[in-house]
Every structure is written in C-alpha cells, then in structure tokens.
Nanobody, 124 residues
Framework: QVQLVESGGGLVQAGGSLRLSCAASGRTFSRYSMGWFRQAPGKEREFVAAINWNWSSTYYADAVKGRFTISRDNAKNTVYLQMNSLKPEDTAVYYC?????????????????WGQGTQVTVSS
C-alpha cells in the first residue's frame, strides 16, 4: 500500500508561484513513476506533469510547459511541482499519483495510487 500526501496549495495572484509537494510512504518510492493531475470545478481531471523513477524523462501538458517543473527527491520520498507564472486557469485541485512501474505516462488510469489533493487558487 502506498499513501500519498500533497501539500503546498493555496491562494496566489496571477503571475505568482507555488511549489506543491507530495510525500509518499513505502520503501520502494524510488521505483515508482509519479504524476501530477488537476481537476477544476465542472471539468474532468487532466494530466499536468509526470516523471520517471530515475528522472530519465519528464512529461508536461502543453498548457503548463515552460511554466511548471516536476522533480523528485528519492531520498525524501517526495515529488514536487514548481509552478511559476500562474494563471487563473490553473485554479484546480491538484493530485499526485504513483504508478508502480518505472516509466510514467500521461493517463490517469495508468496510476495505482492517488493523494487526497490540494487546492490551488489563482486570482486575477
């Protein structure tokens, strides 16, 4: 069983930055690929970013490319999402997810465990 706990959400003005963290339980965190997804009110969940277990590849949605950066610290069992130049359309609940294989994907259905989510609100 893997438990994921997100933190770092909040209210920020457009153009500002936030860093989300996702702490994972489990001794084999370094073997998981990790992803961030988000869901805005009235919309379906969408992919944001993902990272392979060994940082060999990262993936980004077009909407966040160049503004968001995913990273991980396997020693701390934590994955991060640095969000810069935030826009009101980035407002959503952000979820991290773990996939029990080395290679990340952009499909939410490929992920095995999910956190409870953290709210990000960007004001204009």
């Amino acid at each position: 069983q893997v438990q994921l706990v997100e933190s770092g959400g909040g209210l920020v003005q457009a153009g500002g930055s936030l860093r989300l963290s996702c702490a994972a339980s489990g001794r084999t965190f370094s073997r998981y690929s990790m992803g961030w997804f988000r869901q805005a009110p009235g919309k379906e969940r969408e992919f944001v970013a993902a990272i392979n277990w060994n940082w060999s590849s990262t993936y980004y949605a077009d909407a966040v490319k160049g503004r968001f950066t995913i990273s991980r610290d396997n020693a701390k069992n934590t994955v991060y999402l640095q969000m810069n130049s935030l826009k009101p359309e980035d407002t959503a609940v952000y979820y991290c997810a773990a996939r029990l294989t080395a290679v990340a994907t952009m499909r939410g259905s490929d992920y095995d465990y999910w956190g409870q989510g953290t709210q990000v609100t960007v004001s204009s």
